[in-house]
């Protein structure tokens, strides 16, 4: 089963010509889960042919404009298709507010059941669950209340191996698929192979988190620690450590160290760089999370990630 990762986004603050507001979508088995909707988000789901239909939760890490203004426009384009399953809408209070005064003031024609999970100032837990899989949310240290979010796989079946399941005739086809699934199953003459019998031992799920708009905190270690992908906000260089305090942000330098205590993180990706910085001068915000977290890069608009297990 794939998990993919798209950088809709990257930008902080404003947009500008190839660097649209942060927004990070990730796929796995073709659910859409969608992190933060900035403006210009769906500009970016259409260059890469992404089905916002099969968008089932969308994850708001908080009530700032770059990081919600894109989210009525999504609203209004997913009723342009036929939608039977609700779309599930979580984060900080006052969201359910703001999708409400939109529709109202918009007058937003909508053909499906939307569902607004506030998540309450402070507290921490899993906000969704779905078939093999749990989202949970964190508090955040902003100008605003602001979440940060995992997306957490539940273990997986070992590695399928076709020859054991030859050797003990095990017919193609269905079974295998049961197989491979973890279940057992009955053959003719009522003999009963186990999973384990043909794969491997169990693997663990994939872990992805998505931090923006904070200030350092040991609170968020705990909760991103064994990422596969990390993605954090890396808004300034260090030379403005202090300008970051002041407006709750992180620096490249502090989203590395977040990386690197919080133990068991894959790869972190930088995002909702400051406008200051153009293209060219990322790189030393690179260069500076690099230097104390080596495995790090840069995202960048409609950066497709492919994301395998650190092990």
């Not at 950088?7 to 969608?34: A, H, I, N, Q």
């Not at 890490?61 to 209004?76: C, E, I, K, Q, R």
């Not at 009723?79 to 599930?88: A, F, K, M, N």
């Not at 502090?254 to 790189?283: C, F, T, W």
């Amino acid at each position: 089963m794939n998990v993919e990762l798209f950088v809709l986004g990257c930008s902080g603050m404003m947009p500008l010509p190839g660097r649209y507001l942060t927004s990070v979508l990730l796929r796995r088995d073709g659910e859409l889960f969608l992190f933060d909707c900035g403006e210009a988000t769906q500009i970016s789901l259409k260059k890469l042919n992404l089905k916002w239909k099969k968008i089932s939760v969308i994850l708001i890490s908080h009530m700032h404009a770059d990081h919600v203004t894109g989210l009525p426009g999504m609203l209004m384009l997913s009723s342009q298709v036929e939608r039977d399953d609700p779309l599930y809408i979580i984060g900080p209070p006052k969201l359910s507010e703001y999708i409400e005064a939109n529709r109202r003031i918009l007058d937003m024609y909508i053909n499906y059941k939307i569902e607004v999970i506030e998540v309450p100032q402070g507290q921490a837990g899993t906000v969704f669950k779905g078939d093999g899989y749990y989202i949970n949310a964190f508090p955040l240290n902003h100008t605003k209340p602001c979440l940060g979010y995992s997306f957490i796989e539940e273990e997986r079946p070992g590695i399928f191996y076709p020859e054991k399941a030859l050797e003990l005739n095990i017919p193609k086809g269905n079974l295998w698929s049961k197989l491979q699934k973890g279940d057992s199953v009955e053959l003719e003459g009522g003999r009963v192979i186990t999973s384990n019998m043909v794969t491997g031992e169990k693997r663990s799920g994939r872990k992805f988190s998505f931090v923006t708009d904070t200030t350092f905190s040991p609170n968020i270690m705990p909760n991103v620690k064994d990422s596969d992908i990390f993605i954090c906000e890396g808004m300034f260089t260090e030379e403005l450590v202090e300008s970051a305090a002041e407006k709750k942000h992180l620096t490249a330098k502090q989203a590395a160290e977040i990386a690197l205590n919080a133990g068991g993180i894959g790869n972190l990706g930088l995002i909702h760089y400051s406008p200051r910085y153009n293209d060219k001068e990322l790189v030393k915000l690179l260069e500076e999370a690099k230097a104390v977290f080596p495995n790090t890069f840069l995202t960048r608009d409609r950066q497709i990630i492919n994301m395998k297990n650190k092990d």
